[in-house]
């Protein structure tokens, strides 16, 4: 037996960020604007809830009423459990975002395995990026194809080799966004701060979010 909370009305399931206790408000902050924006684009509902890796059990269906996971926990090894579970969870058809800068390597190669293979090389902060996408995407569908960002504060970015996967932006040539098939879902693997791919917006009507996507990053909210 297992209990959840399924959002009422609704053909999707919910969103949730797997996060560690400690994890620092302001990043959980960043994860959960760019999830609100996504989620409000596809669903008009901006709920987001959280779950810890040790509430996940090796029962592959805690996880059934959660649509889309986006996992920024660097403890998630600790909980072999948890794992197996997101691994199932993906073959069965999840949508998965996982923040590289936030959970390490070693979490997206024990949950992808051989899908996506990343050699890291380094990594750097800056408060500046020049984001490109895929040079492949429809230039009629993304006519945006670099947007600048500048920053107060620096963010991390992860300097990765990827064996597989799709790059669809990047930063000095190096991915910031990747993406994979996965059995029957689909995963995004984000190497730099999600901060890089919002920006604040005026809502028009009550109820909207105060952030928006960067231009031509529909691509990313889609998959998701």
Known sequence: SYSAVVAPDSRLGMTAVVADTDDPEEQLASTFRMLRVMS?????????????????SSHGEC????DQLTLTSSELLEYPDAV???????????HLWIRL?????????????DALSLSLIGESTTNSVLLKLNPEYSHVMFPTREVDRTFDEPVRHLRVVPQGGE????IDDWPAAIHVPVGRGTVVVTTVDSSAFVVPHEPTRQGDPEFQLIPSADSISRLL
């Not at 996880?63 to 959660?66: C, G, Q």
């Not at 800068?101 to 992808?112: E, F, K, P």
């Not at 790059?167 to 990047?170: G, K, L, R, V």
């Open 40 to 56: 409000y684009s596809e669903r008009q509902d901006q709920s987001v809830v959280t779950i810890e890796p040790a509430e996940i």
């Open 63 to 66: 996880l059934e009423p959660y």
């Open 84 to 94: 197996e579970s997101l691994q199932a969870w993906l073959q069965r058809g999840g």
């Open 101 to 113: 800068d936030r959970t390490g390597v070693d979490a997206v190669r024990s949950i992808l395995g």
């Open 167 to 170: 790059a669809i932006w990047t």
